[in-house]
T-cell receptor, first 112, second 114 residues
């Protein structure tokens, strides 16, 4: 069974631009969560989607948004990029509320 | 903000030794406690996990010890190998049935010397 895939793997943007990251969960998984990983703040929860509905959102500004499609694929968008948005963005999927989360390889975003 | 405190920040052990990483959580509603292993350039990989109804879980060389009253849990890596050199994260998850959210510890950089 294929794992969680994320595209693109690497991205370089400049301040003020916006970016869209994509995540394809493991087949059959309906829950998709997004996390930001930085050396200073560690791994922080961004938001979680289940059946196209955002169920929970972390403590991030409104510039960070996401959505989930009917096939469970998810995208996250960051608008008006800031230097501090440089991070590894990780997507995780799970089968249900009682199952473990599996992470993808992440998208490395660099904001110049 | 609910925190998970992880220690030590870094750990160096000899091959064949025991690696021990500790975590403490605050929210008594957490009901799932996984450990993730992360290699450079990779996403975190689930290593082992425990629920609060048991005090210990062992999978191969990896053991989780869980102390519900102290709100602490730890990872023990027996017979540590150079291939175990990675960053380890403990995490706690919000109650099942509600929105899923993992709260992570700050990570432990483990180095196993050959």
């Amino acid at each position: 069974k294929a794992g969680v895939t994320q595209t693109p793997r690497y991205l370089i943007k400049t301040r003020g631009q916006q970016v869209t990251l994509s995540c394809s969960p493991i087949s059959g998984h309906r829950s998709v969560s997004w996390y930001q990983q930085t050396p200073g703040q560690g791994l922080q929860f961004l938001f979680e989607y289940f059946s196209e509905t955002q169920r929970n959102k972390g403590n991030f500004p409104g510039r960070f948004s996401g959505r989930q499609f009917s096939n469970s694929r998810s995208e996250m968008n960051v608008s008006t990029l800031e230097l501090g948005d440089s991070a590894l963005y990780l997507c995780a999927s799970s089968l249900s509320d009682y199952n473990e989360q599996f992470f993808g390889p992440g998208t490395r975003l660099t904001v110049l | 903000q609910q925190q998970v405190k992880q220690s030590p920040q870094s750990l160096i052990v000899q091959k064949g030794g025991i690696s021990i990483i500790n975590c403490a959580y605050e929210n008594t509603a957490f009901d799932y406690f996984p450990w993730y292993q992360q290699f450079p350039g990779k996403g975190p990989a689930l290593l082992i996990a425990i629920r609060p109804d048991v005090s210990e879980k062992k999978e191969g060389r990896f053991t989780i010890s869980f102390n519900k009253s102290a709100k602490q849990f730890s990872l023990h890596i027996m017979d540590s190998q150079p291939g175990d050199s990675a960053t380890y994260f403990c995490a706690s998850q919000s109650p099942s049935g509600s929105a899923r959210q993992l709260t992570f510890g700050s990570g432990t950089q483990l180095t196993v010397l050959p």
